[in-house]
């Protein structure tokens, strides 16, 4: 059974840093793209970035260009989401999702393994 696992996140203040990690249980990470969504209270799951297999393509929603960074190691099969100057409105769940391709996807119907999520909240 493959497992998708995000760390990090917590409770930060506004401003400040966090940085999210996704590992799989199995090498997914070799051949496929994988991307980061959030999910906030009383809102619809949405796209936040993604990096292809190889990194060589990186894709961000414009709410959060130039703020947060997703980055991947390719010897230890992790995915990073470093997220910086946090602002109230990133309060939400967080999932790791790996595509069913090699590059990632803004679309949830081509997400093949969904992490369980984690929660940043973010206080002002």
């Known amino acids: 059974q493959v497992q998708v696992q995000e760390s990090g996140g917590g409770l930060v203040q506004a401003g400040t840093s966090t940085r999210l990690s996704c590992v799989s249980s199995r090498n997914l990470f070799s051949n496929n793209g994988v991307s980061w969504f959030r999910q906030a209270p009383g809102k619809e799951r949405e796209f936040v970035a993604g990096i292809s297999w190889n990194g060589g393509t990186i894709t961000y929603d414009d709410s959060v260009k130039g703020r947060f960074t997703i980055s991947r190691d390719r010897v230890r099969h992790v995915v990073y989401l470093q997220m910086d100057d946090l602002k109230p409105d990133d309060t939400a769940i967080y999932y790791c999702?790996?595509?069913?391709?090699?590059?990632?996807?803004?679309?949830?119907?081509?997400?093949?393994?969904w992490g369980q999520g984690t929660s940043v909240t973010v206080s002002s």
């Open positions: 999702a790996v595509s069913r391709s090699a590059v990632a996807t803004r679309r949830m119907d081509v997400v093949q393994y």
